[in-house]
């Protein structure tokens, strides 16, 4: 349901006439209603708010003639991501109306027709003549992109924006062979599948695609060519500054290719190169035109591209070793590594470790690590502990940089990728089958929701404002967060790796099927 806003401030207009009386041609009864001209101070306002933040705008009004009776500035518009920010400011014969965004708006762009006028009275039953005019709000709210694991560099999962479940519908559908992990901007999607080759038992064909966000329609492919073995040896794409980066396996050397592609056409752009040994990827991490990535011959490398040249920055030993499935964490100025006994930091420009934290529960299982660690406020870093797959139940724990402490271990284990918001921790146990909330600071769980389902937890944890999304491979579901009892408000029938685009749809990648969801 959109909302109308019908204004409303009386202008600071002496009312100095009186009822009846003569109208001026000695007929008796009220003078004709005066002429008020106004003037808008811009036909469009282009406002830009950024995410998470309330964007603020305004605009002038003002009008010539004179009137003996009240002037009150009446305003109307139908939107659901701004509001008047009060009532409208009078002074002298001009107006300020005022606007802001709600709470966390949805992202993307919308056009609104605003109308201003004067009225007699605050119901607006008399309108002055010359009074009404319109204006454009052009607002933009440009969400970041989905761009690797768990939306960015610090695998948070989340997204901060408010949604209505009454909005929530199927958009399209895309079919594929063993679809990775997506990664989306406003107007396209990526995706990389890989399809049976002729070239053995053992081989398999890469392929990266780029479809229409809006409708789904594939508008590129790129043929990566032969890879070894099983769909976890090319990973899910990343997205950063109109590039696609995807790493890939070849063969059991030093030269497996570190592709970028460019988003919009899918030319290919450039290929740097690391050693692996039999590996599975996890998306790579790209930005400010860099890209991360793990891997090594006998794994514990970190490397660090240069995506715009080509070249190989750095590539760093990690202080013990994991050989597959990890994304580093990166923000402005470090690098964050899980190794398996600690979280090395490593400087970001030079490669040069600076310093390890311990994890002093851990207990080696594999060398594997299908997660990544999460970058919280106040120097914490949330992470799972010990070597497992994405569906492995593990215990989460949280590592303080300014201690170099553990400050706290879950009893309980979890599985899959978790959502971090704030305070908050959002994570699923495949052994109860519940989402639950925990405490980021202590641990502790705040709330948990049963989801009504005995198939393992195949997707990672999305959060929202408003929603937490959860799926097993072929269901998702949405909690409403701002539910006290926290229920499931909606459910689709498709599941898989989540992710929610800055044109907010939610897309769920199934082996062989990529479903869009529009969510405003």
């Given at each position: 349901?959109k909302?109308?806003?019908?204004?409303?401030?009386?202008?600071?207009?002496?009312?100095?006439?009186?009822?009846?009386?003569?109208?001026?041609?000695?007929?008796?009864?009220?003078?004709?209603?005066?002429?008020?001209?106004?003037?808008?101070?811009?036909?469009t306002?282009?406002?830009?708010?950024?995410?998470?933040?309330?964007?603020?705008?305004?605009?002038?009004?003002?009008?010539?003639?004179?009137?003996?009776?009240?002037?009150?500035?009446?305003?109307?518009?139908?939107?659901r991501?701004?509001?008047?920010?009060?009532t409208?400011?009078?002074?002298?014969?001009?107006?300020?109306?005022?606007?802001?965004?709600?709470?966390?708006?949805?992202?993307?762009?919308?056009?609104?027709?605003?109308?201003f006028?004067?009225?007699?009275?605050?119901?607006?039953?008399?309108?002055?003549?010359?009074?009404?005019?319109?204006?454009t709000?052009?607002?933009?709210?440009?969400?970041?992109?989905?761009?690797?694991?768990?939306?960015?560099?610090?695998?948070?999962?989340?997204?901060?924006?408010?949604?209505?479940?009454?909005?929530?519908?199927?958009?399209?559908?895309?079919?594929?062979?063993s679809?990775?992990?997506?990664?989306?901007t406003?107007?396209m999607?990526?995706?990389t599948?890989?399809?049976?080759?002729?070239?053995g038992?053992?081989?398999?064909?890469?392929?990266v695609?780029?479809?229409?966000?809006?409708?789904?329609?594939?508008?590129?492919?790129?043929?990566?060519?032969?890879?070894?073995?099983?769909?976890?040896?090319?990973?899910?794409?990343?997205?950063?500054?109109?590039?696609?980066?995807?790493?890939?396996?070849e063969?059991?050397?030093?030269?497996?290719?570190?592709?970028?592609?460019?988003?919009?056409?899918?030319?290919?752009?450039?290929?740097?190169?690391?050693?692996?040994?039999?590996?599975?990827?996890?998306?790579?991490?790209a930005?400010?035109?860099?890209?991360?990535?793990?891997?090594?011959?006998?794994?514990?490398?970190?490397?660090?591209?240069?995506?715009?040249s080509?070249?190989?920055?750095?590539?760093?030993?990690?202080?013990?070793?994991?050989?597959?499935?990890?994304?580093?964490?990166?923000?402005?100025?470090?690098?964050?590594?899980?190794?398996g006994?600690?979280?090395?930091?490593?400087?970001?420009?030079?490669?040069?470790?600076?310093?390890?934290?311990?994890?002093?529960g851990?207990?080696?299982?594999?060398?594997?690590?299908?997660?990544?660690?999460?970058?919280?406020?106040?120097?914490?870093?949330?992470?799972?502990?010990?070597?497992?797959?994405?569906?492995?139940?593990?215990?989460?724990?949280?590592?303080?940089?300014?201690?170099?402490?553990?400050?706290?271990?879950?009893?309980?284990?979890?599985?899959?990728?978790?959502?971090?918001?704030?305070?908050?921790?959002?994570?699923?146990?495949?052994?109860?089958?519940?989402?639950?909330?925990?405490?980021?600071?202590?641990?502790?769980?705040?709330?948990?929701?049963?989801?009504?389902?005995?198939?393992?937890?195949?997707?990672?944890?999305?959060?929202?404002?408003?929603?937490?999304?959860?799926?097993?491979?072929?269901?998702?579901?949405?909690?409403?967060?701002?539910?006290?009892?926290?229920?499931?408000?909606?459910?689709?029938?498709?599941?898989?790796?989540?992710?929610?685009?800055?044109?907010?749809?939610?897309?769920?990648?199934?082996?062989?099927?990529?479903?869009?969801?529009?969510?405003?």
């Open positions: 349901m909302i109308v806003y019908w204004g409303a401030a009386i202008a600071a207009a002496a009312m100095v006439g009186a009822c009846g009386g003569d109208d001026g041609n000695g007929n008796g009864g009220p003078p004709p209603l005066a002429t008020l001209n106004v003037t808008m101070s811009a036909p306002l282009n406002v830009s708010s950024a995410e998470g933040q309330t964007g603020h705008f305004e605009i002038g009004a003002s009008y010539t003639g004179s009137s003996s009776g009240n002037v009150v500035a009446d305003v109307k518009f139908s939107d991501r701004f509001v008047l920010d009060g409208p400011v009078a002074a002298g014969q001009g107006y300020t109306v005022k606007f802001a965004t709600v709470d966390l708006p949805a992202g993307g762009k919308t056009s609104t027709e605003v109308t006028r004067l009225c007699t009275d605050a119901a607006c039953g008399t309108v002055y003549p010359g009074s009404t005019q319109t204006f709000v052009n607002l933009d709210v440009p969400l970041q992109a989905w761009g690797t694991f768990q939306r960015n560099g610090a695998h948070t999962g989340y997204v901060p924006v408010n949604y209505k479940v009454a909005d929530f519908v199927k958009a399209w559908e895309y079919a594929g062979q679809i990775q992990a997506p990664a989306a406003a107007d999607v990526a995706i599948t890989v399809e049976p080759s002729t070239g038992t053992w081989q398999y064909r890469g392929t695609r780029g479809l229409n966000a809006a409708d789904g329609v594939e508008k590129w492919n790129y043929d990566l060519g032969s890879q070894v073995y099983a769909s976890g040896y090319l990973s899910g794409p990343a997205i950063s500054d109109g590039l696609v980066h995807v790493t890939s396996m063969s059991s050397s030093g030269t497996n290719p570190q592709w970028v592609f460019d988003l919009a056409t899918g030319a290919f752009k450039q290929q740097m190169h690391f050693a692996s040994q039999w590996s599975t990827f996890n998306q790579p991490v930005s400010a035109g860099s890209v991360y990535m793990s891997a090594g011959y006998y794994g514990n490398v970190v490397y660090g591209f240069d995506a715009l080509g070249a190989k920055r750095w590539e760093t030993f990690g202080s013990y070793g994991v050989w597959a499935g990890e994304s580093p964490a990166v923000d402005d100025n470090y690098v964050y590594y899980y190794s006994r600690a979280l090395d930091v490593i400087d970001r420009g030079t490669g040069v470790l600076v310093r390890s934290v311990a994890d002093s851990y207990q080696q299982q594999s060398y594997d690590w299908f997660s990544a660690p999460v970058l919280g406020s106040g120097g914490k870093v949330f992470l799972y502990s010990a070597n497992r797959t994405f569906y492995t139940a593990s215990q989460l724990i949280a590592l303080d940089l300014n201690t170099e402490t553990t400050s706290w271990r879950s009893i309980v284990r979890y599985t899959t990728a978790f959502a971090y918001a704030g305070d908050t921790i959002y994570a699923v146990r495949d052994d109860a089958h519940v989402l639950s909330a925990i405490n980021a600071a202590t641990g502790e769980v705040k709330w948990s929701t049963s989801i009504p389902t005995s198939d393992t937890f195949a997707g990672n944890v999305v959060a929202t404002a408003s929603h937490v999304f959860v799926s097993t491979e072929n269901e998702t579901w949405a909690i409403d967060l701002k539910d006290a009892g926290h229920k499931i408000v909606w459910t689709a029938p498709t599941g898989g790796r989540l992710a929610i685009t800055p044109g907010n749809l939610l897309l769920t990648a199934q082996r062989a099927k990529l479903t869009a969801y529009k969510l405003f």
